[in-house]
């Protein structure tokens, strides 16, 4: 706008903006336009309330406001939206996801005496029922995002080896699952793998990543504790360990 060479030599002989509007349709590309139309408003809005003794707001004042108006509407639309991949907050308990989708509750466990870290995924068709669980150990980090992250990461790989199309991913860390669905959240020292991770769910049918309560989480808690005295990744798709059969069943006693 206030450097874009066509608007500065465009020569105007129109009567009213929307015959303008209609030429600039011709020359600017969509965000141009879409600039120049909220610009237009934002100076026939300086106009009503300097006309009504208010305050004469400065051009580059102007274009400010109507960059942070689209940006403001873009994010609300993103939002709101939600298309192929979502978030979504859970109860506090464990629930089923939708007819023909797989969730995957994973977690993390940190040991600072065996300098390990243990992660456990399981995974739930929309009938509660255990079709496939992982279980996989890493030397310790430090930091609890750093292990949630690698544990979400564990989890949508263990969805491309599973062949699933339509999974629900279930978390207790709530900045992991924000920074997985959202770009802007991913600025931290994890974002790398928060990008990963949706890059390798985007190739899905559909997708989510919710957030659950430790208490909804039971199953992959008691996986990733587990999985400190694993001394390599495991792999079930029957005859699960007796070590999640507790949780699954508590689940089970709730939902019916």
């Known amino acids: 706008m206030e450097s874009n060479r066509t608007l500065q030599k465009f020569p105007s002989f129109e009567d009213d903006f929307a015959s303008i509007f209609e030429v600039l349709l011709g020359k600017l590309e969509e965000e141009e336009l879409q600039l120049c139309a909220v610009v237009a408003r934002q100076i026939w809005l300086r106009r009503n309330v300097v006309v009504h003794g208010g305050e004469f707001i400065p051009p580059k004042m102007v274009i400010q406001q109507a960059k942070e108006q689209i940006n403001s509407y873009e994010l609300a639309m993103a939002v709101r939206q939600q298309p192929r991949g979502s978030i979504e907050v859970a109860e506090s308990r464990w629930r089923r996801p939708p007819a023909g989708f797989v969730k995957l509750n994973w977690d993390a466990s940190l040991d600072v005496s065996m300098a390990k870290m243990g992660f456990g995924v399981v995974a739930r068709d929309h009938m509660g029922k255990v079709v496939a669980a992982l279980c996989d150990s890493r030397p310790y980090c430090s930091e609890p995002e750093g292990a949630e992250t690698l544990a979400a990461w ?18 207790d860390a709530r900045v992991v699952v924000q920074a997985i669905q959202y770009e ?3 600025g931290g020292k994890y974002g790398h793998v928060s990008h990963d991770i949706a890059e390798m769910l985007g190739g899905l049918q559909e997708w989510r990543v919710q957030h659950v309560p430790r208490e909804g989480n039971g199953a ?5 504790k587990y999985a400190l005295s694993c001394m390599e990744r495991c792999i079930w798709l029957d005859d699960f360990p007796h070590c999640i059969k507790e949780a699954i069943l508590a689940d089970q006693a709730i939902y019916g």
């Open 220 to 224: 992959a808690h008691c996986l990733a």
């Open 184 to 186: 802007a959240n991913r």
């Open 154 to 171: 564990t989890a949508a790989e263990f969805c491309l080896q599973l062949g699933l199309e339509k999974v629900c991913l279930e978390g």
